[in-house]
């Protein structure tokens, strides 16, 4: 019996799915420091996905989009 402890290869085997790209953004975001945490509202209009990251030396960003993928984006290309 193999036990495979990579992730790729739990992906591969149809035990576990494939890490989205928002997943690997927040993994980096977490080797960098960072703590996360997101939440989902919905109003009448529109569903809303909020990214909360902080850190403990006090700096915190906020971001809001309609794509969970794009909050995380943007806290990509602006803290890593």
């Known amino acids: 019996m193999t036990v495979r ?4 290869g739990l ?3 149809g035990i576990m799915p494939p890490m989205k790209y928002w997943e690997i953004v927040a993994d ?3 080797a960098a420091g960072w703590t996360w945490s997101y939440c ?6 529109v569903w809303r996905w909020l990214v909360d990251v902080h ?3 006090g700096r ?3 971001v809001q989009s309609d794509e969970l993928l794009a909050a995380f984006l943007e806290l990509e ?4």
């Open 5 to 8: 402890l990579c992730c790729t």
């Open 11 to 13: 992906a591969e085997s």
């Open 28 to 30: 980096k975001l977490s």
């Open 40 to 45: 989902s509202s919905v109003t009448r209009d």
């Open 55 to 57: 850190r403990g030396d």
């Open 60 to 62: 915190r960003y906020i």
């Open 77 to 80: 290309s602006t803290l890593l």
